[in-house]
């Protein structure tokens, strides 16, 4: 599934990830600016958070218990549709996803 990252300049990364990838992973492995997924995936370092664009909202979900908590402690902008993106995981459902990136992240 393609997925697209937007930065807050608005300069747009598609990305070809492979299906059971997340969304932090896929960024990682093509170098996508502002995900860091320090912790490597294991949803304690919130360095992965991006905005799913609300035409996705729906399809990719809510966060779940411990990501919720992570995502009131540890980031900045916490938003609607906020999300930890080590814990998206891409399925061809999600095919064309279009997420915005927070401005740093570190
Ligand atoms: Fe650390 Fe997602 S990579 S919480």
């Known amino acids: ?3 697209v990252y937007v930065s807050t300049m608005g300069d747009e990364r ?3 990830a492979a ?5 932090m992973s ?6 996508v600016p502002g995900i860091i997924g320090e912790c490597g995936g294991n ?4 360095t992965c ?9 729906g399809r990719v979900g809510g966060p779940g ?3 919720d908590d992570l995502l009131d402690l540890g980031v900045e902008d916490r938003r609607a549709t906020s999300r930890l993106g080590c814990q998206i995981e891409l399925t061809d459902d999600l ?12």
């Open 49 to 57: 958070h991006v905005w799913v664009r609300d035409d996705f909202a």
């Open 65 to 67: 218990d411990l990501e």
């Open 19 to 23: 299906a059971g990838e997340t969304v």
């Open 26 to 31: 896929a960024a990682v492995r093509n170098g």
């Open 95 to 106: 095919d064309g996803l279009v997420v915005d990136v927070p401005p740093a992240q570190a």
């Open 43 to 46: 949803n304690s370092c919130a």
């Open 14 to 16: 598609v990305v070809e």
């Open 1 to 3: 599934p393609k997925v």
